[in-house]
């Protein structure tokens, strides 16, 4: 398999820039800067940005056995920098820092600029800069702040931006990352059944002839996982999915029907609405709540595995956004994304061996996966529904009472979307429960209950949000269905807050 190797000096944007050569239908793999790379079938290379500088002593460098592979080369932000300096040219580590939208003018539109403009809107995020070409190297591109802001040597093929193409705030990212694929002369023909076979390979070698136990929650990374796995493992992949009884209106069903009839995999559930809601009386505070539901899951998950014989591995549908990433536990250089894992613990706790075949992929590639192997629209378009469940939209207390009206009002909001078209336009929609009295009048009674809250965010990475724009009567009629229809609430608000300053979860 022909492929693009990633050199990872460390960037937030290293995984970005694979996948983007994924999107482009091309192979890539990511590779540490200090790892020799397996030079076979590589056909270019592009180096990542990075935190340090170029032209300190002992701080990251490009091998060379890349240098010498007579291989097209393109670096990015420190790769252009370490590239620029390894070859002989000057860089300077004082001076202005760039960061956020600058303007670039091109002196050249050919070869990696091909079919772009003459000025360009791109996203930089640098201290240091090149000042002096090596011999060779002329500037294809400057902003204000980097007259040398990208540069080409056209005998060796070695490339250089200053600026980052792979992240979206860059026009013509895209395009230029595909002049250079086209530079490389690499093919073009990677894609999900690709993917899904890399993993076929990888759970086969890796797995043998063990067991496979996975924790499923229902929601689109871990059913689209335990759907690959069984189609690879048959009756070695044991599923589990546990109803702490915080999930949604007839979840834990629909998600137990669903895979048995669409996949023909056998799902065990687990009860243990009883032993989440005993433990979570009394206790308000969300942090607190967060941690019982935790613990006690992995409780529950661990006593239900126990009767299973012979697992050696768990498999979770942990997925690169969800990943921590430290220089000892993986092949990445990236600092840590975000600190909460799927099933934290469980692994070190039962002595299970981890698979986590999607850890490398971002949300809607799983769900191109999950197209590709024929799962239904309703499971690969399902919003992310969080570990904690309706633990985290109770205000408050959990109880019973208030999960069963909140599960209805949920419903009646979620299934009214579905129906204006509007779900899919949705990032997150959901329900909300505040134990806040208002008065209100039902006929000719008064009544003094409780309150839902409706959110609704677009989002595509989950870390900014803005407020969906629903439609005003939308509301207006889903407000009058929960106020008639669920027993005891007075009211419906509609929360206006985008994230930041607000998270997307109240709690
Ligand atoms: P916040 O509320 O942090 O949410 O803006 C961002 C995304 O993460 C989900 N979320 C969680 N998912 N366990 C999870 O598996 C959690 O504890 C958790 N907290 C938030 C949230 O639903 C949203 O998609």
Redesign the pocket.
């Known amino acids: 398999m022909q492929k693009i190797l990633v050199v990872d000096f460390g960037s937030q944007y290293t995984q970005l820039i694979a996948r983007r050569l994924r999107e482009l239908n091309v192979y890539s793999e990511v590779y540490p800067w200090d790892e020799i790379p397996v030079l076979e079938s590589v056909d270019g290379f592009v180096l990542s940005g990075g935190p340090e500088s170029s032209n300190i002593e002992g701080n990251p460098n490009i091998f060379n056995e890349i240098l010498e592979s007579n291989k097209p080369i393109l670096g990015i932000c420190y790769g252009m920098q370490v590239l620029a300096f390894q070859e002989g040219g000057e860089i300077q580590n004082e001076g202005k820092k760039e960061f956020g939208y600058a303007k670039i003018d091109l002196n050249n539109q050919t070869s990696l600029f091909a079919d772009t403009s003459d000025s360009i809107d791109v996203w930089m995020s640098h201290g240091d800069k090149v000042i002096s070409l090596p011999e060779g190297y002329e500037t294809l591109a400057s902003s204000d702040n980097s007259p040398i802001a990208a540069y080409q040597n056209l005998e060796k093929n070695y490339f250089g931006l200053q600026f980052h193409p792979e992240v979206t705030h860059t026009d013509f990212g895209l395009k230029i990352i595909e002049n250079f694929i086209n530079v490389c002369g690499v093919e073009r023909n990677w894609n999900a059944d690709d993917i899904l076979k890399n993993i076929h390979n990888q759970a086969k070698t890796e797995v043998g002839e063990g067991k496979v136990l996975l924790a499923l929650s229902g929601g689109v990374d871990s059913t689209v996982l335990a759907s690959v796995l069984h189609k690879t493992l048959e009756d070695r992949l044991v599923c589990v999915m546990v109803d702490h009884g915080l999930l949604r209106k007839d979840e834990a069903n629909n998600v137990v029907t669903n895979l048995k009839e669409k996949i023909g995999l056998e799902v065990n559930l687990v009860n243990a609405q009883e032993t989440f809601l005993g433990k979570l009386k009394g206790i308000k505070d969300p942090e607190e709540k967060?941690k019982i539901i935790g613990n006690t899951f992995i409780e529950v998950f661990e006593t239900e595995a126990k009767k299973i014989q012979g697992i050696e591995w768990l498999a979770q549908g942990t997925i690169y956004p969800d990943v921590i990433e430290s220089a000892g536990n993986s092949k990445s250089k990236a600092k840590v994304i975000k600190s909460?894992h799927?099933v934290g613990g469980l692994p070190e706790r039962m002595n299970l061996k981890l698979l986590e075949p999607f850890r490398m992929l971002f949300k809607d590639e799983v769900r191109k996966i999950g197209k590709a192997i024929n799962l239904p629209d309703e499971i690969i378009g399902r919003h992310?529904?969080?570990?904690?469940g309706l633990g985290?939209r109770i205000i408050g207390e959990v109880t019973k009472e208030r999960l069963d009206k909140l599960r209805e009002a949920d419903h009646i909001f979620l299934s009214e979307m579905k129906k204006h078209n509007l779900y899919n336009q949705a990032s997150?929609a959901y329900a909300f429960y505040l134990p806040i009295k208002s008065v209100g009048v039902v006929g000719d009674n008064r009544i003094y209950a409780d309150v839902i809250g409706l959110r609704s965010v677009d989002t595509t990475d989950?870390m900014t949000?803005n407020v969906s724009n629903l439609p005003n009567d939308f509301i207006q009629h889903v407000s009058t269905r929960i106020v008639n229809e669920v027993e005891d609430i007075s009211r419906v608000v509609y929360d206006v807050t985008s994230?930041p300053p607000a998270?997307?979860?109240w709690e």
């Open positions: 967060r909460h799927n992310p529904f969080p570990g904690p985290i997150q989950f949000a994230k998270t997307i979860e």
